[in-house]
């Protein structure tokens, strides 16, 4: 599989496929975790069959134009847990902590 040449995250979009540690497609990327002006990439959102997921930059192990691959198995991937009912408790609180964060476009 190619997935192309290697990319910053400032240019990771929305729907490219997030692959675990064996290879595996766990989903595609919903957001990036940033903040731009400082240059600070916390990690990624993927959207998969059993919900979104919450990775940190430290188990992406790199990105690519048309991939980003995990250090994570499925079994890893899986147990994070889904990123909106583990990490807030609505929808407000959801949007307050993600857009501190921003798009991660510059």
Do not use: C, K
Request: glycine share 16%; proline share 4%; charged share 20%.
């Amino acid at each position: 599989m190619d997935e192309g040449a290697p990319i910053a995250y400032t240019v990771l979009g929305t729907g490219v496929p997030v692959y675990a540690a064996g290879g595996e497609q766990l989903g595609t990327v919903a957001r990036v975790l940033a903040e731009p002006n400082e240059d600070i990439f916390h990690g990624v959102i993927v959207a998969g069959p059993s919900g979104e997921r919450e990775v940190a930059a430290a188990d992406v192990r790199s990105l690519y134009e048309h991939g980003v691959d995990l250090a994570l198995g499925v079994d890893e991937f899986n147990a994070l847990g889904d990123a909106r009912t583990d990490h807030a408790s609505s929808d407000a609180e959801w949007g307050q902590l993600h857009g501190r964060y921003g798009t991660g476009e510059a």
